[in-house]
């Protein structure tokens, strides 16, 4: 068994994922990268070890239960356990609209990826997480799920009219809320990470962070000590506002 910490990042070929599995790996976590495509997914592996950095390749579709079997199985017999899971792989569902106009299945579409997938990946990995000593899960949010945010006319946020990605982002608060509580005595803390508007093909290339700054809070959580915070939700400048 491999003696490394080891962290598995959902939706890490690209974007902030992959700038979390860099992060990670130059903190000494051999990092699994999730992907849905295995062929993107090692070119960024190569991309990694290139830098110097221990990194494999793993094939997860995150709305595809037997993919998600097949990868836990996977971190089982090659690892034994799992000491971090990002939960990355989001969607902004091609047509996501205000919610007078957005057509239900595009509402489904969001939900399937961003809350379905999310807990099911999770259910799946919950096993090994537990065999580690103190494990972090990491859930990727946005401000566009805070109540207060987007509820002040004044805010950015709320001339944002993508109901789908904010609805489901809102739902992935309340697993992390949860699923914290459920997990209050075993030592793993779970925490989800607002990255902001980053330069990706979600947020749009003309977005003024870059992927690393948005990696650097769900990294921060991912390494975070046996006195950290459980249950919240946190941006670059601190805890987030529900």
Do not use: H
């Amino acid at each position: 068994m491999n003696t490394d910490k080891i962290a598995l990042v959902t939706g890490a070929n690209k974007g902030i994922g992959k700038e979390i599995a860099r992060q990670l790996g130059q903190a000494g976590f051999t990092v699994l990268v999730g992907s849905r495509d295995l062929a993107r997914g090692e070119l960024a592996v190569k991309e990694l070890l290139a830098d110097g950095l221990d990194a494999v390749g793993i094939q997860l579709e995150v709305t595809d239960e037997k993919s998600v079997r097949t990868a836990a199985a996977q971190v089982e017999s090659t690892y034994g356990r799992l000491d971090v899971l990002v939960n990355n792989a989001a969607i902004i569902p091609t047509g996501d609209d205000a919610a007078s106009r957005i057509e239900t299945g595009v509402l489904r579409s969001a939900f399937e990826t961003n809350v379905i997938g999310l807990v099911g990946v999770t259910q799946a990995l919950l096993p090994l997480l537990r065999k580690a000593d103190r494990a972090r899960i990491v859930n990727l949010s946005t401000s566009l799920a805070s109540f207060a945010q987007v509820g002040d006319p004044e805010s950015r946020m709320s001339t944002v009219l993508t109901l789908g990605y904010n609805s489901s982002k809102a739902a992935v608060n309340m697993v992390t809320v949860m699923l914290a509580n459920e997990l209050r005595e075993t030592g793993i803390l779970v925490n989800a990470a607002d990255p902001g508007n980053c330069a990706t093909d979600m947020g749009g290339w003309d977005a003024a962070r870059t992927p690393a700054e948005g990696a650097a809070v769900a990294v921060r959580l991912a390494t975070l000590g046996e006195d950290g915070p459980t249950g919240e939700v946190y941006a670059e400048e601190g805890r987030l506002p529900w």
